[in-house]
């Protein structure tokens, strides 16, 4: 079912003169929903790219499904109507409740492998194996080139839709970053530069709001992907000298700050 919608403004350019001066404006409406079975393979897409090269380690059917068994939770964003593809989405999966499934045991289990690569992460290394934790998984992916517009508007529903009072001890929200990297490929394919890049050891959102996050996450860090695959750096170039490296990256906020959390997402992207 329709929630809202957002408007959001876009340029594009003139395919005539190319000139700077003739730009016309694109009003684009954004539309959100419950998630439903019509989002499926939009759904396991977005989970593809959120989980970049380990996704062929879980199973994303399983997780899709699980979206989708709970509408009144999470949002869906389009732009043509119920039956188009999502270009977004957000929602939230209780571990605890969740725990004898097996997509979410396979998941947890992924994620504590992983977790546990990195010591900055080591408490939530350990509250994904406690029994007295109960987390709720913050799952959300967008396409590349969606604005930022939208993720206020998608935290501030998620929230209102959360159980009175809040039964979580934390909010996990799972992302991504990425690094810049040297390229591999042989100097005659790479573009001529006077000096290249060294691996990079800056972090870089792909998700502009976790940046704000990070501010009220108890716990934040990164791990690399299980399945590396050596030339995918050189194959996001995007014409640039240096590829680019993702890494897993998580967030931990205790429940009582989720609150504060969304309003800092909000005021961060300029909605508030």
């Known amino acids: 079912m329709g929630k809202r919608k957002a408007a959001e403004n876009g340029h594009a350019g003139s395919d005539d003169s190319g000139s700077d001066d003739d730009i016309s404006m694109l009003d ?3 539309e959100f929903f419950s998630p439903a079975e019509i989002d499926f393979h939009g759904l ?25 068994s709970q509408p009144s939770i999470g949002s869906t964003v389009k732009c043509d109507g119920e ?26 289990s992924y994620l504590s492998s992983r977790s546990a690569t990195n010591p900055a992460l080591a408490q939530l290394t350990s509250l994904l194996s406690s029994s007295d934790a109960n ?10 080139n969606m604005p930022t517009a939208v993720v206020p508007a998608l935290y501030t529903m998620l929230t209102e839709e959360l159980p009175t009072p809040v039964p979580y001890t934390h909010f996990l929200v799972l992302s991504k970053t990425y690094a810049e990297v040297a390229s591999t490929l042989p ?54 000298d240096a ?22 997402v909000g005021k961060y992207l300029g909605q508030e």
Not at 87 to 108: C, E, G, K, Q
Not at 135 to 144: K, N
Not at 192 to 212: G, I, L, N, Q, V
């Open 83 to 108: 039956e188009s593809d999502p270009f977004a989405f957000l929602t939230v999966l209780s571990l605890h409740d969740h725990a004898s499934n097996p997509v979410i045991a396979s998941l947890v």
């Open 243 to 264: 590829g680019i490296r993702p890494r897993g990256f998580a967030l931990l906020v205790k429940g009582e700050r989720w609150g504060e959390a969304v309003e800092v």
């Open 187 to 240: 100097s005659s394919d790479r573009p001529s530069k006077k000096s290249r890049p060294a691996d990079s050891e800056e972090t870089f959102y792909f998700h502009a709001e976790d940046e704000a996050l990070a501010r009220v996450a108890e716990v934040s860090g990164g791990w690399d992907y299980a399945r590396v695959d050596e030339g995918a750096s050189d194959a996001r170039r995007a014409f640039q």
């Open 44 to 68: 396991k897409s977005l989970l593809r790219q959120l989980f970049d090269s380990d996704a062929e380690s879980l199973d994303l059917s399983g997780l899709a499904d699980l979206i989708i």
């Open 28 to 30: 684009v409406d954004f």
């Open 135 to 144: 987390v709720a998984l913050v799952l959300g992916e967008r396409l590349i």
